[in-house]
């Protein structure tokens, strides 16, 4: 018998917020249903996209802060 | 989602309560780009962000001098949490009016960190993280804002509910709902799958 899941229970499984027992159905279920397969997939390669966006503030504000935690005095650029 | 080596959080702490500063210098170098992101995505301005950037660190280390500290190791949670107050604090209050500097974008990628790669790949990389970004910007408040807490904050959908009052059905679906919305106009925009990010 497979369980019925649905997107949110792909999101849930995705960043590991699941129960594992409910894990085990999922897993069993996106090897049976195609389509669950696929909608699993595309979030994933979404989701992946979201991991390039990574910025770095400036060279000058990284290197206050750590000026600021060497010395007593918390003075911002 | 990366693996992390080196010293764990909790003994940079220590290590730096203990007058290493070369410990705290870790701690920032370790979490600075994943909470700048996070401030940048809610706030839209690198200046803004940046200076919010410091304040968050002004009150990491004014919490560790003053032993209020006692976050039982759980050292990100907690300065994600530092973060995303201080950045709302400043969106609501400036929210009638609001600045993005998106469409300036070459100031605000400037900043990315890229590996060894040509001009050519690193400009597609550019142009495909600023695309990502401006989708991300796009998305109606409440769905961004699930986005922006499970993906970059690392809350629960449980701590999410919590936070914005809402049911975690109701936070999984507006996550959906944003994840659809992404990966339509990723599809439109032809990015979902580039090559640089994908190499086969």
Redesign the interface.
């Known amino acids: 018998m497979t369980k019925q899941f649905t997107?949110?229970d792909l999101?849930?499984y995705i960043?590991q917020?699941m129960t594992e027992a409910k894990q085990e159905l999922l897993m069993q279920a996106l090897h049976s249903e195609e389509s669950l397969m696929e909608e699993y997939l595309?979030?994933l390669?979404?989701?992946?996209?979201?991991?390039?966006?990574?910025?770095?503030?400036?060279v000058k504000?990284?290197k206050?802060?750590?000026a600021?935690?060497?010395s007593t005095g918390?003075q911002?650029? | 989602m990366s693996k992390r080596i080196g010293p764990k959080d909790s003994e940079l702490i220590a290590q730096y309560r203990n007058g290493s500063d070369a410990a705290f210098d870790l701690l920032v170098d370790r979490h600075q780009s994943k909470i700048y992101t996070t401030i940048v995505l809610i706030v839209k301005d690198q200046k803004v962000a940046e200076d919010l950037l410091q304040d968050v660190f002004v009150k990491v280390v004014n919490t560790l001098h003053s032993d209020k500290y006692n976050e039982e190791g759980k050292f990100q949670p907690w300065v994600m949490r530092v973060a995303h107050n201080l950045a709302i604090d400043h969106f609501r209050k400036s929210k009638r009016y609001p600045v993005i500097v998106f469409e300036d974008g070459s100031n605000l990628f400037n900043s990315l960190r890229f590996a060894e790669e040509t001009v050519e790949d690193r400009q597609i990389k550019e142009d495909t993280i600023a695309m990502v970004k401006r989708l991300i910007d796009e998305l109606p408040e409440a769905q961004k804002e699930v986005l922006v807490m499970r993906h970059y904050l690392d809350l629960s959908f449980q701590e999410i509910a919590e936070q914005t009052g809402v049911s975690i059905n109701t936070a999984l679906g507006r996550m959906r709902y944003a994840l659809i919305y992404l990966r339509k106009k990723m599809k439109q925009l032809n990015i979902a799958y580039d090559k640089t990010i994908y190499p086969q």
Do not use: D, F
């Open positions: 997107h949110n999101i849930s960043y917020e595309q979030m390669s979404t989701i992946e996209q979201l991991e390039q966006v990574c910025l770095q503030p400036s504000v990284v206050a802060i750590k600021m935690a060497h918390l911002k650029v």
